[in-house]
């Protein structure tokens, strides 16, 4: 989906006029948006994309020797591995209507 600037769907729209455009919710009221917390590894977003929750926060750990070797993984530390890198993540989470919150983290 191409979006323009401040349109629907881009990066800068509110949040709650996107999910009440697309009758997720029923008012502009935060408390309705349903979170689904640490969703890092491969079951766990599977079944945040498969839950009634609007919108999906995430660890990503960023390597901590500065170098472009290692990929981004999703992770919590003191979790150091995992079974889901960034960019696995974002093609899965991309498929859905879910909103995302990435926690970067360094290791």
Not at 27 to 55: F, P, R, Y
Not at 78 to 98: R, Y
């Amino acid at each position: 989906m191409t979006a323009t600037a401040g349109g629907p769907g881009s990066w800068s729209e509110n949040i709650l006029e996107y999910f009440l455009r697309n009758s997720q919710i029923t008012t502009e009221d935060g408390a309705q948006i349903i979170w689904c917390h640490a969703a890092n590894h491969k079951a766990q977003v599977n079944e945040a994309l498969n839950s009634t929750a609007h919108m999906i926060e995430a660890d990503v750990l960023l390597p901590g020797d500065g170098s472009e070797r290692g990929q981004p993984i999703m992770a919590h530390p003191p979790e150091t591995t995992s079974d889901n890198t960034l960019q696995e993540w974002l093609t899965e989470v991309m498929k859905s209507n879910k909103g995302i919150k990435l926690d970067f983290k360094r290791y």
